[in-house]
């Protein structure tokens, strides 16, 4: 094993190859790090990727692991090589205990670089408690990424239903995608109905054309039930969708749950909450 004493922006850490550390945070092995820690190992150990114990224990899912390390003052917003932080590592694995832990240390919900960014990354992998916690703490539900789009056009790519409606819920914009290409064009191409029917039920522009100047009905593989679909949509949105679009639009991005509060019967209230 090579040590090598480096000095950061805020505090010194220490540049070493894969060490019993990052081993016992991956996997786990509580009562192996506290052992490690008590030994003397430091916390801030980094491999030349910069991967640090604390990144393998939010990669691995594991809260016990990754508070012992934060405890013992590990840097929460690390960054590797690859641009990838704990709470980007957290969003990978799903585990929203990790996200919790992190956001409640410091961590930022904002990417350190648009090539890993973790609301994107659990949008796309569907894990639908960690984009509630970012959103909860200030993540940018419409962070446009050149290669990416928004969380929501990844969550549609992906078919991430929950993911997609979580986002939606929170406030996110329903026609911004990836460029021209909107959420909807994503879920034509995919034809998938379940999104479909949400998107337009969130007031997506059916009649949207992308860079090829195609709306999303003209992506809709052959002899697909979302063509029927289309054709059914066509037209001016009701009144009663519109009514329902124009309150929601009064509530700001993630304070839709303030509907809550309004003096409405509760039927009213899901229908503005689309429950």
Request: hydrophobic share 40%; proline share 6%; glycine share 8%.
């Amino acid at each position: 094993m090579v040590l090598e004493w480096s000095s950061g922006s805020k505090e010194d850490y220490v540049v070493s190859d894969w060490t019993p550390v990052h081993e016992a945070a991956i996997h786990g092995r509580l009562l192996s790090l506290r052992n490690l820690i008590s030994q003397g190992w430091p916390v801030n150990l980094i491999t030349a990727d910069r991967v640090s114990p604390l990144h393998e224990a939010c990669l691995g899912g594991h809260p016990s692991c990754a508070n012992i390390l934060l405890k013992h003052g590990a840097q929460v917003n690390g960054v590797t090589t690859d641009w990838h932080t704990p709470l980007f590592n957290a969003c990978v694995s799903g585990s929203q205990d990790c996200v919790n832990l992190l956001l409640q240390h410091g961590a930022s919900p904002y990417p350190a670089s648009d090539l890993a960014s973790p609301i994107h990354e659990a949008a796309k992998r569907g894990h639908v408690a960690c984009v509630e916690t970012l959103v909860a703490h200030g993540g940018d539900v419409d962070h446009n990424i050149g290669h990416l789009g928004t969380p929501l056009y990844l969550a549609c790519e992906n078919q991430q239903v929950a993911c997609a409606k979580k986002l939606l819920e929170s406030g996110a914009s329903v026609n911004q995608g990836r460029g021209l290409d909107s959420p909807l064009h994503a879920v034509a191409r995919a034809s998938c109905g379940d999104l479909a029917l949400l998107l337009m039920d969130f007031g997506a522009d059916t009649q949207a054309k992308n860079a090829e100047g195609k709306r999303p009905s003209e992506l809709v593989p052959p002899e697909s039930p979302l063509t029927q679909l289309f054709l059914q949509r066509e037209g001016p949105p009701s009144l009663l969708q519109l009514c329902r679009l124009r309150i929601r639009k009064c509530f700001r991005t993630r304070q839709h749950h303030k509907i809550n509060g309004l003096v409405l019967p509760e039927e009213l209230k899901q229908f503005l909450l689309h429950m």
